[in-house]
């Protein structure tokens, strides 16, 4: 029970209710050229770059789940997108172990990129089109590049928050 | 976290439960929505609350340190907007009392009943020794020499000299300026006079009341005379005229100086206080009954009958703007005087 309570599952609800948080008051109210910087899509893909794809499935499905309940946007929408851009930022653990942190960096780009354009074609898909136009093109470069400049300061709360530890090697002495 | 379950199964998972939440959510399902409701009333706003407590702070500084200079700008420019707001107002102000002043110039020189050119003075002398203004109507308009010059409160002085699109005035403080002026009655005479005066008994008196404008902000004096139509008994009406002579400038910023054509009569009639206008005649310069100011103080002379008396000028001869030109033309023996 307490190794439950005090889990990684716990810890991702209070980080994430403070990411949705500072997204609705600071990044919704500071647009780069007109395009608003998702921090909680930028916490996913830290999370997913420091965790494997599984933990940033998960990181991604939870906190999409609260930006779905805190807006407007069809329960499971956002939660699946964000899952998706965890999930792909999660794949340097398929090229190297141990990544650095600019390969973490450059996927979490690649997975912000990911989980950004989900959010529209999903929505196309279910029936809530509309958002698939040609300003895509400028938002989801600045979206994947904030997410990749912010996630390497997000990197050590997420490898807390996933319950993931960095490895050690040792040099066997023989 | 997820040691119990593959990779694979995890996202599959994953996917599952956002599909099916999806599906639920796009069907209308109310516990859907009453959990929305609920975590943005209970969870959201308190932890936005709190987390504004902390950020707005810091936003704040934030902006302050990286749009300084916008924000200066900015500021700048409402500042000038302000500027110009204030400048806007003043020009509607000074509209509104040229408004003003025109309509008590205008009132004034209609009262006399001729016909008048509205001027504005443009320039004043250049010189200490000199009490004119010059004006922006000439002889085009039909200003001559001699003619007087009013403004809303009274005299100023004469035309002296005509061009084509402005004129020289030269004002009443000038000690080359005379005109005939006559002293009326102080309101308080008046009243005494008419509350002495012997009443009628038959028949009935007609009343007629004329008013005699006075300087700015001053109530008017009304002036009551009474008469029968019966042949028997005329009530006499009270002598509101008093004294005439020759009204004098001692120079800017003096007042006015009366000499009396009579100088016996004048030491024992006269009272400070009583109005002080333009006697008319053939030999005057300017008509009849144009207020040129009150008597401020009466001096005798030792050992003489003679006395001084000091007109002071309705008019605000340094505050001129608005003037009237009455197109009266005297008599021209008098113009060259």
Redesign the interface.
Known sequence: MPRILFGPALRILPIGLLALSLQRLVFANHPVNDVKLQFVLAVVVAAGAVGGPDRGAVVGFVLGLLYDLSGTTPLGLVALAYGLGGMAAGYVHNLVSEPQWWMGSVFAMFGAAIGEVSVPFLGQVIGDGGWITPQLAVQIPIVAVAAGLMSPALMPICRWMVGVKRKKWKVMVE | ??AS?S?RR??LL??L??????T???RGNPV?DR??GI??TL??RP??T???TI?LPL?RAWDGIMNYDDLKKERDALYDQVQHMRGDDVKAQTAILEAQELTRVYELSSALGYTSVIAQVVGFSPSNFQSIVEINVGSSLGVKVGMPVTDGAGLIGRITKVFPDHSIVLLATDPSYGIAAQILATPEEVAEAVANAPRPTTPPATTTTSTVPLPFDEPAIVTTTSSTTSTSTTTTLPQIIRETGALEGQGTGRPLVLRFTDSSSAVTSVREGSIVETAGGNSSLAPHGIPIGIVTRVVTETGSSNAVVEVTMNARLEYLNFVSVLLYEPNQNAVGR
């Open positions: 976290m997820f379950l990779r995890v996202i994953v996917v439960t956002c599909v099916l939440l999806i639920l959510d796009k859907i959990a929305r975590f943005s969870i959201m932890i936005d709190a987390t504004n950020v936003e």
